[in-house]
């Protein structure tokens, strides 16, 4: 059973634009989020975290927000660049485990 | 830099053949993990181990098993290689209830 679910497998955006990208969580005991963003024939890697202390955690361009109460999660891309082009996958895990679960990813393609 | 180090980047081998995917972590991690990857399936953890010489089944690991003799070093084994585990195999790394994980550059294998 997913825990973690990335319901929009692709998303296009123009340049200079938005991306916002979803993810949704159904164990109510996970409390620490991660997003990792993946190029084609490499690793995926850390982007930015955020804890369920807080509903937003900022870093530069990138900004991620939850809601707890709707078990939902978002990352925001703004602007978009043509680089921003990339897997992304939302993580989460509980504090009384060592495992991270991953959602299905979400193809992101910025268009110059 | 840390780095978590597949030893093969590609490779190609013949149903029924034992196959060995090797990965090295010089962050003294206690976790590590195994995960493939494929199209809209996402990150679909096969094993993971927490210490020297102990492992654990993730969601998928039937026809796999996995070996780690050495804090560092964490194999994945197929036992006997078939057409359907063609697909793109990342080594993970963390620290016990750590703030994430480090992938490995990963391995596409393709099975024919």
């Known amino acids: 059973d997913q825990q973690v679910k990335q319901n929009s497998p692709s998303l296009s955006v123009q340049e200079g634009r938005i991306s916002i990208l979803n993810c949704d969580y159904t164990?109510?005991?996970?409390?620490?989020f991660l997003w990792y963003k993946k190029y084609p024939a490499e690793g995926p890697t850390f982007l930015i975290s955020?804890?369920?202390?807080?509903d937003k955690n900022e870093d530069g361009r990138f900004t991620v927000f939850l809601n707890k109460s709707a078990k939902h999660l978002s990352l925001h891309i703004v602007p978009s660049q043509p680089g921003d082009s990339a897997v992304y996958f939302c993580a989460a895990s509980a504090h009384t485990g060592n495992q991270f679960y991953f959602g299905t990813g979400t193809s992101l393609t910025v268009i110059p | 830099d840390v780095k978590v180090t597949q030893s093969s980047r590609y490779l190609v081998k013949r149903t029924g053949e034992k196959v060995f995917l090797e990965c090295v972590q010089d962050?003294?991690?206690?976790?590590m993990f195994w995960y493939r990857q494929d199209p809209g399936l996402g990150l679909r953890l096969i094993y993971f181990s927490y210490d020297v010489k102990m492992k654990e089944k993730g969601d998928i690991p039937e026809g796999y098993s996995v070996s780690r003799e050495k804090k560092e070093r964490f194999s994945l084994i197929l036992e006997s290689a078939s057409t359907n585990q063609t697909s793109m195999y990342l080594c993970?790394?963390?620290?016990?209830?750590?703030?994430?994980?480090?992938f490995g550059s990963g391995t596409r294998l393709t099975v024919v």
């Open positions: 962050m003294d991690h206690e976790n």
């Open positions: 164990n109510s005991m996970f409390d620490y």
């Open positions: 993970a790394s963390s620290t016990p209830k750590g703030s994430g994980y480090t």
């Open positions: 955020i804890s369920s202390i807080k």
